[in-house]
Nanobody, 114 residues
Framework: QVQLVESGGGLVQPGGSLRLSCAASGSGFEIYAFGWYRQAPGSEREFVALLNSDGMTTYRDSVKGRFTISRDNAENTSYLQMNSLKPEDTAVYYC????????WGQGTQVTVSS
């Protein structure tokens, strides 16, 4: 069993930055890939970024060049660095981990507003 805990969300002005963290805990697991999704009010959950075990990254088009996904293998933690934030980035951000099965975090709110 793997537990994922996100942190780092909050309120930021347009053009600002936030770094989200996703810490995985448990025992006897190996995470093959970390990902981030987001869900805005009244919208479907959408893919944001993925980092697989080969180090390859994938991003949705609207965040390319602004967001960066990374991981610290020693800490079993994934990060999502978000720069040049826009109001349309406002959403609850969920961490995803692919292990023996897929796991989700509880979500962290990101609000971009002046």
């Amino acid at each position: 069993q793997v537990q994922l805990v996100e942190s780092g969300g909050g309120l930021v002005q347009p053009g600002g930055s936030l770094r989200l963290s996703c810490a995985a805990s448990g025992s006897g697991f190996e995470i093959y890939a970390f990902g981030w999704y987001r869900q805005a009010p009244g919208s479907e959950r959408e893919f944001v970024a993925l980092l697989n075990s080969d180090g390859m990254t994938t991003y949705r088009d609207s965040v390319k060049g602004r967001f960066t996904i990374s991981r610290d293998n020693a800490e079993n933690t994934s990060y999502l660095q978000m720069n040049s934030l826009k109001p349309e980035d406002t959403a609850v951000y969920y961490c995803f981990a692919a292990a023996a099965r897929n796991y989700w975090g509880q979500g962290t709110q990101v609000t971009v507003s002046s």
